[in-house]
């Protein structure tokens, strides 16, 4: 079995739900919500991103993200996004296995951060992930990912 044939997630267009817990810079956990939308078009992939945390503050947090596909014989690709808190970010997806690990930066290099999505079965994933800014930590979120 190749890992094209495993991963489902960014290569199948469709709507994936997501909940799980995010913590704030100082670990505070808060439930979540949101969606990811994945489409293909014009020898790209799109990813539009909302996650909603519950709490105090009802929050939104969007990406739209810009995908180069994965190209055959290659097990990573790379991808930029708009975020209006953070601004242009630049990443690249890496394949390793049954996982898809994600590495970003903001455009001026002051926002870093990972996550790193597991595939459970053909429909779901689960996602582990932190943002830093510089030296610090702004927020860590585990999710499951469900295709709907």
Known sequence: MTVDNVHTYLFKQGLWRTD???FDENS???PVEGESRITHKNAMWFNENQM???G???ITFSNDYEIIPFHEGRDFTLWTSSNEALGKLTGKFVRVG????SLFRSEDSE????EYLLRISSI???SWGAL???NDKLSSWMIRLNWV
């Open 20 to 22: 799980g817990e995010y």
């Open 28 to 30: 505070k956990s808060y």
């Open 52 to 54: 909603r945390i519950f």
């Open 56 to 58: 105090n503050e009802n």
């Open 98 to 101: 049954d996982t898809i690990l």
């Open 111 to 114: 926002y870093t951060g990972t």
């Open 124 to 126: 779901s994933y689960r």
């Open 132 to 134: 830093f800014h510089g």
